[in-house]
């Protein structure tokens, strides 16, 4: 063999291995981005360190699959160990902000991003990350900020409008909330969440109409979730402020229906003990609900603000409904006060 042949054939097997890790990854992509099938995406991943432990780029894409599969401390630790092997990935700093996110680990995730995005500079997943890591830190300016650059590298991406509008809809500028959330929308029509928060907007701006129809639709995308029948419900005892049998019956038949936060499921059980007049029963609901979620709490805060006050507890129940004004509670929905007996007529009035 001349030194033309074996130049040859170092080079056809060059091609051959680049055909096989671009064939190797390319399958897992496709499980993920594709097909969706996340857990044969983790086990594939899996089967691939076996052969090649040292990889950095395998850790960081089973981080991915085990975040999509919200197995958040696994992705952690995939993140470590591409970190281990090279510290200059940039997706494993952003995997890792992601999980920390995931983990409500908001200073933890902002750090992870801060470094991807050191490290690359044009990795638009990386702003989203580090825009939704000061959004759960409630800086929401900065969140906008990087939500905006995330938005010019990536347009047709309906996540961080949705983001972006949360975070115009925390600083009380509806009209942007509800153009963001309208964008999110055009980009995905299923955008169950989307309708669900345009509806707080639409609401806080007085438009009743147009918020309780994106309530309807958030529940008919979206029926076996139980956040959009709460928030149904209390718009329509705000919209006739009286409760009957059959609607305690329709209410507790909502039972059956799924949520991935304890505290829905603890403000649902709380409303309930609420209109079976088992007010004892319902505050302790409705503390439940706020400890186990203390980012996104005014439902729960006015509600326990409503047990308290059918319990005569003016001071404590204006507290509780007062935080949940200046967190940008619609004041519509104080018109559920109008549910308590006259009897409480003096507390109502200071709101109604």
């Known amino acids: 063999m001349d030194v033309l042949d074996l130049f040859n054939l170092v080079g056809n097997i060059i091609f051959v291995v680049a055909v096989l890790i671009a064939s190797i990854e390319g399958l897992g992509y496709a499980l993920m981005r594709y097909w969706k099938k996340y857990r044969w995406a983790a086990n594939y991943y899996s089967a691939l360190l076996?052969?090649?432990?040292?990889?950095?780029?395998?850790?960081?894409?089973?981080?991915?699959?085990?975040?999509?599969?919200?197995?958040?401390?696994?992705?952690?630790?995939?993140?470590?160990?591409?970190?281990?092997?090279?510290?200059?990935?940039?997706?494993?700093?952003?995997?890792?902000?992601?999980?920390?996110m995931g983990l409500y680990r908001?200073?933890?995730?902002?750090?992870?991003?801060?470094?991807?995005?050191?490290?690359?500079?044009?990795?638009?997943?990386?702003?989203?990350?580090?825009?939704?890591?000061?959004?759960?830190?409630k800086d929401y300016e900065a969140a906008i900020k990087d939500l905006d650059v995330c938005i010019e590298q990536r347009p047709g991406l309906t996540?961080?409008?949705?983001?972006?509008?949360?975070?115009?809809?925390?600083?009380?500028?509806?009209?942007?909330?509800?153009?963001?959330?309208?964008?999110?929308?055009?980009?995905?029509?299923?955008?169950?969440?989307?309708?669900?928060?345009?509806?707080?907007?639409?609401?806080?701006?007085?438009?009743?109409?147009r918020g309780y129809a994106d309530i309807c639709k958030s529940c008919e995308l979206h029926p076996a979730e139980l956040i959009h029948h709460l928030l149904k419900t209390w718009c329509e005892l705000?919209?006739?402020?009286?409760?009957?049998?059959?609607?305690?019956?329709?209410?507790?038949?909502?039972?059956?229906?799924?949520?991935t936060q304890p505290s829905r499921r603890h403000s649902y059980q709380g409303m309930l003990a609420w209109m079976r007049g088992e007010y004892e029963q319902a505050l302790a609901q409705f503390e439940l609900g706020i400890e186990s979620d203390p980012f996104t709490n005014e439902a729960n805060y006015f509600w326990s603000g409503m047990a308290l006050a059918a319990l005569g507890r003016y001071d404590e129940a204006k507290k509780a409904i007062d935080y949940a004004l200046r967190r940008s509670m619609s004041p519509f929905f104080l018109k559920a006060l109008a549910l308590l007996q006259e009897e409480h007529s003096t507390f109502v009035e200071q709101y109604l």
């Open 106 to 137: 908001f200073k933890d995730a902002y750090w992870a991003a801060q470094r991807a995005i050191q490290l690359d500079d044009k990795l638009w997943a990386a702003y989203y990350n580090r825009g939704c890591a000061l959004h759960g830190l």
């Open 238 to 259: 705000c919209l006739d402020p009286r409760l009957t049998p059959e609607q305690v019956e329709d209410f507790a038949a909502l039972s059956v229906l799924e949520t």
């Open 50 to 100: 076996a052969l090649w432990p040292f990889s950095a780029m395998l850790y960081v894409n089973r981080s991915w699959a085990r975040l999509c599969l919200l197995e958040f401390d696994q992705a952690l630790d995939d993140c470590a160990r591409a970190i281990k092997h090279n510290d200059q990935v940039a997706m494993a700093y952003n995997n890792r902000a992601a999980a920390y």
């Open 159 to 209: 996540d961080q409008y949705f983001c972006r509008a949360t975070c115009y809809l925390r600083l009380q500028q509806y009209e942007r909330a509800i153009e963001d959330y309208t964008s999110s929308i055009d980009l995905m029509a299923h955008a169950w969440n989307a309708y669900h928060n345009r509806a707080y907007a639409y609401m806080a701006l007085n438009d009743i109409e």
